[in-house]
């Protein structure tokens, strides 16, 4: 703690005033915050009141002393006279009286304009004996700090106050106007008095050492400008942090040899061309991977990762993007050739059976354990390239796979099937969004093909898949259908319809909505829009029907 004085206007005592401020053996270095400068702001009234207990006596190991000079006004206080008028009783004048003149208005003169006050604080910096220099702060509100300080210390260490000191030589005082930041300039002063700078930033955060590089730069303060890039080179950045550090290392001049260590942190001379290499190895060990929890965390959060950034990058049509895109393309097709590997492999084994029904009962429920990992991983890759709006020719490849929907697939059991039948909902899903705009015949192709499978498993989609939506499904099939022309749609819905009056709405997905809309234009809107009174007239009556 150190003490100041606050000087009075009435001749008074001056009180003693407890401010928090560092000292070392250098001298004082650290200025209280902008809020403790504040708190000196008073007015004399409040400053001259008195408190219960007696003033601390001023310290003498303290070499500094703050003195806010603060101006004070006068008001001028002018006291109205009131006329009373009393009810009771009531005094006239007599007729020959003169009435006496309305006595003169005195208009008040207009208050002085107030000005704000000013509050000077000073601060002293090692011994103070010798101080031959002071420097005036400036700062917002009023505040004036001045520094007494050493010339040599400060021409050694920072070539603004080289440069002021020799163009005005002989000087004993330098004022800085509009100081932007007076607490941080007058911290980064008190580092020059200090031997080893980067052992005073240890303790303090990113944000402020951010506010002390921006002053040091200004001030030419070079071994400061290194401290600062020293500690923020080994600090972690946390939340918004990392966006200011590289705005303000950026921001720096003459300093880029020392700047490249913190922007290799964020940046990297091999992202001036796309990392295909790199994205590929990251998604073959996910899909690679035997372990179910670490898969499945992490497919969850490369999906994630890859949402947040689908916006900007499909958006700009970047090569980097159009690389990624190929690279999900090569994953999936891999993907799909093991599974139709898989899928003939389990089948054979199947019709072997007879013959060796111990070795291949193993064999199948291996290879029906892949074909589940395979068709989840062709799942996961569907439901990126769907979120980055790149499954047109997605959907055509999985729409031209007639043997494994056909043959391959009804005879495996549907417990390890269901997730094939998954990807077919989350295409259709995508063709119904929006997401994917495939050409007619792909459409009505990925229908007729993968339709009736998704039927087959639809009552273990429900109960035996946690990523199945059934309300997004049965939408997405039927905004899928009602993209064809009217034949086609009535082709699709009363397949569906004959499937749906047997299986129920349990095991069978409920495409209603749909069938209105293909019902309405097929047998209300053609006559209504036809010429002639009456087809319009058997229009109307039968909507109110």
Known sequence: MAEFKIGRLDGQPPRVRNVPIAVTPEGFWCCPSQAALQKTAKSPNQQGRPRGGASPAPSKASSVQRVPTISSEKRAQSTPTRSRTHSDEQVCPPANAVA???????????????RPKQHKISVGFGQLGTSDLKVVLHGMEGVAVKMIVHKSILAENSTFFADRISR???????EV??????????????????????????????????RILKVAESLGFRACITSCLDYLEAVPWVGDEEENVVSSIRQLHGEDHRAN??????????????????????????????????????KSLVLKLFKESSNGSSANGSSADSSCITTLYGCFQNCLDSLLALSRQAAGADELAGEEESSSAGSKEQAFRKIGLEADNL??????????????????????QTELAAELHPRIPVMHRHLVSCVTARLL???????????????????????????DDYRWLQHGC???????????????????????????????LGRFLRAGGDGC?????????????????????????GSSSWSSSSRRH
């Not at 106007?177 to 990113?206: A, F, H, S």
């Not at 590929?280 to 499945?296: N, Q, T, Y």
């Not at 409920?510 to 234009?521: D, G, K, P, S, Y």
């Open 100 to 114: 006496a003149p309305d006595p003169p208005k005195v208009v008040p003169a207009p208050a002085p304009e107030k």
């Open 168 to 174: 005005q030589s002989p000087v004993s005082c330098i």
């Open 177 to 210: 106007p509009d100081c932007e930041d007076v607490e941080i300039y007058v911290e980064t002063v008190g580092l020059m008095y200090c031997k080893d700078v980067k052992q005073r930033l240890i303790k303090q955060n990113v944000p402020r050492v951010l």
């Open 261 to 298: 260590p913190l922007l290799r942190r964020v940046t990297s001379d091999t992202l001036t061309n796309p990392p295909n290499d790199t994205l590929a190895h990251i998604i073959e060990l996910v899909l690679k991977s035997s372990e179910d929890r670490g898969r499945r965390e992490m």
């Open 379 to 400: 799942l996961w890759l569907a439901e990126i390239l769907s979120e980055r709006h790149a499954a047109d020719e997605l959907t055509a490849i999985w729409a031209s």
């Open 429 to 455: 899903v995508a063709v119904g969004k929006g997401e994917a705009l495939p050409s007619r015949e792909t459409r009505r192709r990925l229908l007729d093909v993968w339709l009736p499978p998704l039927m």
């Open 466 to 496: 946690r990523w199945f939506d059934r309300a997004a499904v049965e939408d997405g099939i039927g905004q899928a259908v009602l993209t064809l022309p009217l034949e086609e749609q009535q082709a699709v819905l009363l397949a569906w």
């Open 509 to 533: 997905p409920n495409l209603q909505r749909a069938f209105e809309v293909w019902w309405r234009r097929t047998f209300v809107r053609p006559y209504a829009e036809q010429p002639g009174s």
